[in-house]
T-cell receptor
C-alpha cells in the first residue's frame, strides 16, 4: 500500500475552513484515496473517498490534483465537534487487502 | 451507512484469564474483517486479517496463539485474548469489508471499539 504523509497536528477556530493535505507519492494507478475521522475511544468513521479531481459530500470535500500524488481534505466551517484525528489512506480499488494507518493529523478546533 | 458493532465496549479481566471480543456486521455480509489495537494517542495498529471460513492472517509480531481470531460466519468475527496480561490492556477495534462493494472504491467500516483492561 502507498505510504502517506500528513501533518501531525493542526489548529483552527470555529467557523473556519480547514484543509488537511496528505502526500502519497507512490500512489498506484488503481489506488483510491480514503479519509477517516476518529474521536477518542471510538472507531474510525468514513468521511470521504475519491480517485481523481474533486469529490464532495455533506461533510467534506476531497481535492485530488492530476498527478494524484497528494490529496486535500477540506472541512468547511469547522465546529468544536470536528476536533478529532483524521487519517488519509490509499489502497487499490476492488478491495484493500488490508488498511494500514499512518499517524494521522490531530485537528484541534478552538472557540 | 453500514454498521459494525463490537461487544463488549468495555471489559475488565484478571491477569491470566481469557476474554472474547465480538465484532458483528449488522446490515451487511463481510467477507473480510480486520482487527486493530490502539494505544492512547497512537495510531491504529493492524493485528490480523480474518476471512470467513479460513484462518486469520497475522501481522508480523502478533502472537497468533495469544490473539485467537475466529470468523465463523459472514457477519461475525471474534478476537479472544488468551492468558491476558496487563500489557494487553488496550483499545481493540474491528473493521469489516462488505461482500457487495459499490463501484466507488472500497469502503471499510469500523466498529466502536472495545476497551480491555487487564488487572
Amino acid at each position: 500500500l502507498a505510504k502517506t504523509t500528513q501533518p501531525i497536528s493542526m489548529d483552527s477556530y470555529e467557523g473556519q475552513e480547514v484543509n488537511i493535505t496528505c502526500s502519497h507519492n507512490n500512489i498506484a494507478t488503481n489506488d483510491y484515496i480514503t479519509w477517516y475521522q476518529q474521536f477518542p475511544s471510538q472507531g474510525p468513521r468514513f468521511i470521504i473517498q475519491g480517485y481523481k479531481t474533486k469529490v464532495t459530500n455533506e461533510v467534506a470535500s476531497l481535492f485530488i490534483p492530476a498527478d494524484r500524488k497528494s490529496s486535500t481534505l477540506s472541512l468547511p466551517r469547522v465546529s468544536l465537534s470536528d476536533t478529532a484525528v483524521y487519517y488519509c489512506l490509499v489502497g487499490p480499488a476492488g478491495g484493500y487487502n488490508k488498511l494500514i494507518f499512518g499517524a494521522g493529523t490531530r485537528l484541534a478546533v478552538h472557540p | 451507512g453500514a454498521v459494525v458493532s463490537q461487544h463488549p465496549s468495555r471489559v475488565i479481566c484478571k491477569s491470566g484469564t481469557s476474554v472474547k471480543i465480538e465484532c458483528r456486521s449488522l446490515d451487511f455480509q463481510a467477507t473480510t474483517m480486520f482487527w486493530y489495537r490502539q494505544f492512547p494517542k497512537k495510531s491504529l495498529m493492524l493485528m490480523a486479517t480474518s476471512n470467513e471460513g479460513s484462518k486469520a492472517t497475522y501481522e508480523q509480531g502478533v502472537e497468533k496463539d495469544k490473539f485467537l481470531i475466529n470468523h465463523a460466519s459472514l457477519t461475525l468475527s471474534t478476537l479472544t485474548v488468551t492468558s491476558a496480561h496487563p500489557e494487553d490492556s488496550s483499545f481493540y477495534i474491528c473493521s469489516a469489508r462488505p461482500r457487495d462493494r459499490t463501484n466507488s472504491g472500497n469502503t471499510i467500516y469500523f466498529g466502536e471499539g472495545s476497551w480491555l483492561t487487564v488487572v
